[in-house]
């Protein structure tokens, strides 16, 4: 079946800009996840949605940062007022449950560049 | 604060012989822990996982270790191929957490034909 789609895969922004990425987890996952990942290192945790539960937000590093689910299925990050340091690739993750044993399934990201 | 580390950045292995991948955790609290594969320009790829109640799972070329007296786990590749080429991750999750996996910083896994 069809995996965690992201759009766009690439994104150039000038800083000062908005910019939305959107993610299409697979169908029936009720965990949806996203992740930073700076070049060269590790995946850091931005957002937890579940169900209906209020979504995790403990690593959203600033409030230029926000993030929605539509209707229990795709999610849209948004990053107002883009600076360089917000360039990297945005993984968006889902999974059957966020709690118990199960492994997250990720999309292919959307590289950010802001110039 | 939390974090998963890994022991070594690049593992340089001849193809056939066997790699081992190791990463410490800090958090004596989790109780999931999962292995995932980087290819270039992809997401992470599902491994394998293991539960804290256990010390040993095998998947297909692959078995991973966890010794949770020196908060230890590893991913052991059998017959390494050039298509295993990529950074490899752990993440663990905390028990009760919300569900979000804690990553370490990945090993780059590089085959040698």
């Known amino acids: 079946g069809a995996g965690v789609s992201q759009s766009p895969s690439n994104k150039v922004t000038e800083k000062g800009k908005d910019v939305e990425l959107r993610c299409d987890p697979i169908s029936g996952h009720t965990a949806l996840y996203w992740y930073r990942q700076s070049l060269g290192q590790g995946l850091e945790f931005l957002i937890y949605f579940q169900g209906n539960s209020a979504p995790d937000k403990s690593g959203l590093p600033s409030d230029r940062f926000s993030a929605e689910r539509t209707g229990g299925s795709v999610s849209t990050l948004t990053i107002q007022r883009t600076q360089q340091e917000d360039s990297a690739v945005y993984l968006c993750?889902?999974?059957?449950?966020?709690?118990?044993?199960?492994?997250?399934?990720f999309g292919n990201g959307t590289r950010l560049t802001v110039t | 604060g939390e974090s998963v580390g890994l022991h070594l950045p690049t593992l340089s292995v001849q193809e056939g012989d066997n790699s081992i991948i190791n990463c410490a955790y800090s958090n004596s609290a989790s109780d999931y822990f999962i292995w995932y594969k980087q290819e270039s320009g992809k997401g992470p790829q599902f491994i394998i996982d293991i539960r804290s109640n256990m010390d040993k799972r095998q998947g297909q070329r692959v078995t991973v270790l966890l010794n949770k007296t020196v908060k230890h786990l590893s991913l052991q590749i059998a017959a390494t191929q050039p298509g295993d080429s990529a950074v490899y991750f752990c993440a663990e999750r905390k028990a009760g957490n919300t569900g979000k996996l804690i990553f370490g910083q990945g090993t780059t896994l590089q085959v040698k034909p």
């Open positions: 993750a889902s999974s059957p449950r966020g709690t118990g044993n199960s492994p997250l399934h």
